[in-house]
């Protein structure tokens, strides 16, 4: 089914300085933030509530102390799978392996599986011309959910899949973007070595009539809008979700690392690269630089940051007493982490209105970018764009940005344990990652959810999601903790691996399991207070 869109208003737009997007004109100011470790520390303990003969004096207790009914905590976290990445065929969008597909659903959905996460990709529906859509593969996939009864949650994914045309789960930018950005290299990000990155079109150009006439947050709009109007008649039943991608994976960071990297950059302790030497992250860069009267600063990113394979004390500028957090390192990173924020910001926006007023939860997602996170200066946080370091929260300010505009957050690497993961890398901290975004989550009160970075998970990894889903499950009100499984395949309904499997949504589901206690004390989480303090402001628009 093609659709075409009608054509957009022409307008204006320049790089720098100047807000040319719909809202009112205002300056974007992102000064560093500054943390402290206070005296007074946040804890957050949790403890598993076991079955008793006593169980239901223990309900009516709760319902008395808490002045709810137990009804509805006895429901716990909802469960979701991720379908195949080959969930259709490319490039002509239609759905592959009905049969098998039926029957994947229909067991699920007796599983006590909540509903399947849908990635909806731009190049799959808008692959050849702009404003035609294809959305006949996507239709098919939320007829048969709602057949089975099962929810959906749809990721609108507006990045590449894959390595090349010899990956079997390629799906690529659409064509008519691969050809825009081969008549100019610097829609794709580069790092300093020049080399580009096709996974995702730079934020650089976000508001610049790039794309035939649009800019790419225009594109990404009539997307949206397109998608809305075409399956309205599944929203609030089915649809119950819609994730917005806004970069690499569809998480909000810059590409410093190829996606398809994730998985042993761990075992590299790669830093990552910044990405701000296309032409229009260098001209943002340099009117900021001019901004404040420092020109010498916008010759693109850090001098010493290293090379990817670097131990972080070997560079001058990501070393415990490096250039990070020194007045230029402050500049840059405020920049650098800025833009992100700001393309994070355009999109929340732009997605809000168009759901506005339709029974539909938004979200954003965060990489769990941890293989860096017990040194002092974070780097390969740093070069994915969040200003996360040892003396100062950058993951704040992305639940802050999504709390605004009623966001969800969702993050990865909820089965990943500190034990394992250091054996690897010693300065790896998955659970603290996690744990530092739950607290973010809670003190911005959005609902959080985690995914899986393992394509399978054994027991020790359910238990570990259970345990960290612990940190973000409210017992009074609504759930504020989901968990997306990543993925189904033929592997998830092997006997052994299918017991496991519904054992884990079994205990997500029972609110008995958990018994979340959230206190103030000598605890091992220490609560990061920001200070307003703007000692190298930067102005962004």
């Known amino acids: 089914m093609a659709i075409a869109s009608p054509s957009t208003p022409s307008f204006s737009a320049s790089i720098c300085c100047t807000r040319t997007d719909s809202t009112p004109a205002r300056s974007l100011r992102f000064p560093p933030i500054q943390t402290r470790l206070q005296s ?283 250039s990070w957090n020194s007045p230029y390192g402050e500049f840059f990173l405020a920049w650098y982490s800025g833009m992100l924020l700001l393309h994070g910001e355009r999109i929340c926006r732009e997605a809000e209105s168009i759901f506005r007023g339709i029974e539909v939860n938004l979200s954003g997602k965060v990489a769990g970018i941890h293989w860096h996170y017990r040194t002092e200066s974070h780097p390969s946080e740093l070069t994915a764009g969040y200003y996360n370091t040892s003396i100062r929260d950058g993951l704040l300010p992305i639940a802050r940005l999504f709390g605004r505009y009623g966001f969800s957050m969702c993050c990865t690497c909820f089965e990943m344990q500190d034990a394992e993961a250091q054996q690897m890398n010693p300065d790896s901290s998955p659970e603290s990652f996690v744990k530092q975004l739950s607290l973010a989550a809670r003190l911005c009160d959005i609902p959080l959810q985690g995914e899986n970075c393992a394509s399978s998970l054994d027991d020790g990894s359910f238990e570990q999601v259970l345990r960290m889903s612990r940190f973000n499950w409210n017992g009074p009100g609504t759930p504020t903790f989901s968990f997306n499984f990543v993925r189904m395949d033929k592997n998830l309904f092997e006997y052994r691996n299918w017991v496991s499997f519904t054992r884990f949504v079994r205990q997500m589901s029972d609110a008995k399991f958990f018994r979340p206690n959230l206190g103030f004390g000598d605890g091992d989480m220490p609560f990061l207070s920001l200070s307003a303090s703007s000692t190298a402001g930067v102005v962004l628009a």
């Open 40 to 322: 007074r520390q946040f804890t957050l303990s949790c403890r598993s509530s076991v079955p008793s003969s006593n169980e239901s004096d223990g309900d009516l207790q709760y319902e008395i102390q808490h002045g709810v009914s137990t009804d509805h905590r006895r429901r716990g976290s909802l469960v979701f799978v991720t379908l195949p990445l080959d969930a259709l065929n490319f490039p002509v969008g239609t759905m592959k392996r009905k049969k098998a597909m039926v029957q994947s659903f229909r067991a699920l959905a007796a599983a006590g599986v909540e509903g399947v996460v849908m990635e909806v990709w731009w190049g799959l529906v808008e692959s050849e011309l702009p404003r035609v859509y294809n959305w006949e593969g996507y239709l098919e996939i939320v007829v048969l959910a709602k057949h089975c009864g099962l929810k959906v949650r749809a990721e609108m994914a507006f990045h590449q899949c894959g390595t090349g045309p010899d990956d079997p789960f390629w799906i690529p930018l659409p064509q008519w973007v691969r050809e825009e950005i081969d008549k100019d290299p610097d829609l794709a990000y580069s790092d300093r070595f020049g080399r580009r990155n096709m996974e995702y079109i730079s934020i650089g150009c976000d508001v610049l009539p790039v794309l035939h006439g649009r800019s790419p947050i225009q594109a990404y709009t009539e997307f949206m809008r397109s998608f809305r109007d075409t399956f309205i008649p599944f929203f609030g039943g089915v649809i119950t979700g819609i994730q917005v991608g806004m970069g690499p994976a569809g998480e909000l960071r810059y590409p410093s690392f190829p996606s398809q990297k994730t998985a042993r950059t761990l075992r590299s302790r790669e830093l990552g690269e910044f990405q701000c030497h296309d032409k229009y992250m260098l001209a943002s860069l340099n009117a900021c630089a001019g901004e404040i009267g420092m020109r010498e600063w916008a010759n693109g990113g850090p001098i010493g940051a290293g090379s990817l394979m670097q131990n972080p004390e070997g560079s001058e500028f990501f070393k415990s007493d490096g």
